[in-house]
């Protein structure tokens, strides 16, 4: 069955410090990866997405997430973290056909403080 | 740019009432969903529509109904509202058709709090 599977359910990092949150998938075929983040309080938001070609997608806020077909992991990633970035970030496998549509299978999120 | 409204971003109801959740989303997407959203699990699907007066079971439907009477309107029910459903509410659209690459596209949530 596929999964998805975000193995740190929280982490700290210092502002202006660099940023990795990891996720990992387990899926047939080629997927369709998304990263979402949520605010507190709010609903979520597309950061990026992944269907094929260069396996470095570009998002925004300036992040950025790389496929590793050989490790089945999307893992996010930014240069350096502002204080706004703090949030709940999403990983999501896609290209599973539920009936009449497309079902996203989402990880149980990670929650990023960051410490001024 | 696609917007999803939830009508109630937060909703303090009493046990055994009946809940309506409302969601209109602007894009004439054919795909909504509904989640709720709990600490520790994730977003587990309830159900989902993807057509007028079309419904498929999610992940965790015991307790619910739901209701598309039309295109962008998408209606979550809780027959009878019991403590165990106070939770995070999410509904979300997108594009149908077998578009599985498409993203979905989020409201803000309602939080509702059972008494």
């Known amino acids: 069955a596929q999964s998805v599977t975000q193995p740190d359910i929280h982490i700290t990092v210092s502002e202006g410090a660099s940023l990795e949150l990891r996720c990992n998938y387990s899926?047939?075929?080629?997927?369709?990866l998304f990263w979402y983040v949520q605010s507190p309080g709010q609903g979520l938001q597309l950061l990026l997405k992944?269907?094929?070609?260069?396996?470095l997608v570009q998002g925004i806020k300036g992040f950025e997430a790389e496929f590793k077909r050989s490790q089945s992991s999307f893992n996010l990633r930014k240069p350096s973290v502002h204080w706004s970035d703090a949030a709940e970030y999403f990983c999501?496998?896609?290209?599973?056909?539920?009936?009449?549509?497309?079902?996203?299978?989402f990880g149980q999120g990670t929650e990023l403080s960051v410490k001024p | 740019d696609v917007k999803v409204t939830q009508s109630s971003r937060y909703l303090v109801k009493r046990t055994g009432e009946k809940v309506f959740l409302e969601c209109v989303q602007d894009m004439d997407h054919e795909n909504m969903f509904w989640y709720r959203q709990d600490p520790g699990l994730g977003l587990r699907l309830i159900y989902f529509?993807?057509?007028?007066?079309?419904?498929e079971k999610g992940d965790i439907p015991e307790g619910y109904s739901v209701s598309r009477e039309k295109k962008e309107r998408f209606s979550l029910i809780l027959e009878s509202a019991s403590t165990n459903q106070t939770s995070m509410y999410l509904c979300?659209?997108?594009?149908?058709?077998?578009?599985?690459?498409?993203?979905?596209?989020f409201g803000d949530g309602t939080r509702l709090s059972i008494l």
């Open positions: 529509s993807y057509d007028v007066k079309m419904k």
């Open positions: 979300a659209s997108t594009l149908g058709g077998g578009h599985l690459n498409q993203p979905q596209h």
């Open positions: 999501a496998v896609g290209g599973v056909r539920y009936n009449q549509g497309g079902k996203l299978i």
């Open positions: 899926y047939g075929a080629t997927p369709y």
């Open positions: 992944y269907f094929s070609g260069d396996t």
